[in-house]
């Protein structure tokens, strides 16, 4: 049973236009969520993240939004640049802060097109 | 700064191999994960440790073992190989609850 959600296997988005990559959850004990970035073979790398007491929080040209009613969140990117193409996984932690590890989804193939 | 280094890089096992997947990092941080992702899913916990000499199983710790004497490393052991354990495996660690975790490059395991 996936608690977390990315129902968007690909994206495929214009260099300079804004790409809009969503997730959902099911646990309504889930209160910090984070989004991290992720090339062919390496490591993920952490892009930008979100407390349940917020409902947007920004960095630079990514910005997260997080409707806790819809149990939704969404990661913007403005403008799309070429090297924003990879896989984009959307994750989430309990009450404990992610003491206790994270719940990602499976993943988001965003393709910006020059 | 290192940040997490992982080693191997890549390892071929035969069925009822074993091995151990080396983690080390040097933040200091207190927080360490083993997470593996199977292809076209997304990361599962296999154990994580708070501190040096605590750890605790994850999602899917079956056929795993893991040791934490140190703040630096975290290895992961694989007693008996299967070919279910095929899968490119992630170490992190965290300066603690409500921080990001930072991730080591992978180990791509093969069990044949």
């Known amino acids: 049973d996936q608690q977390v959600k990315q129902n968007s296997p690909s994206l495929s988005v214009q260099e300079g236009r804004i790409s809009i990559l969503n997730c959902d959850y099911t646990n309504s004990m889930f209160d910090y969520f984070l989004w991290y970035k992720k090339y062919p073979a390496e490591g993920p790398t952490f892009l930008i993240s979100?407390?349940?007491?917020?409902d947007k929080n920004e960095d630079g040209r990514f910005t997260v939004f997080l409707n806790k009613s819809a149990k939704h969140l969404s990661l913007h990117i403005v403008p799309s640049q070429p090297g924003d193409s990879a896989v984009y996984f959307c994750?989430?932690?309990?009450?404990?802060?992610?003491?206790?590890?994270?719940?990602f989804g499976k993943g988001t193939h965003l393709i910006i097109q020059p | 700064n290192a940040g997490v280094t992982q080693t191997p890089k890549f390892r071929i096992l035969k069925i009822g191999q074993s091995m151990t997947l080396q983690c080390a990092q040097d933040m200091n941080h207190n927080y360490m994960y083993w997470y593996r992702q199977d292809p076209g899913m997304g990361l599962k916990l296999i154990y994580y440790s708070v501190g040096a000499g605590i750890t605790d199983k994850g999602e899917v710790p079956n056929g795993y073992n893991v040791s934490r004497s140190t703040t630096e490393d975290f290895p992961l052991r694989l007693e008996l190989a299967a070919p279910s354990q095929t899968s490119v495996y992630f170490c992190a660690s965290s300066a603690g609850t409500g921080y990001e975790q930072y991730f080591g490059p992978g180990t791509r395991l093969t069990v044949t």
């Open positions: 979100i407390s349940s007491i917020k």
């Open positions: 994750a989430a932690s309990g009450v404990g802060g992610g003491a206790d590890g994270l719940t």
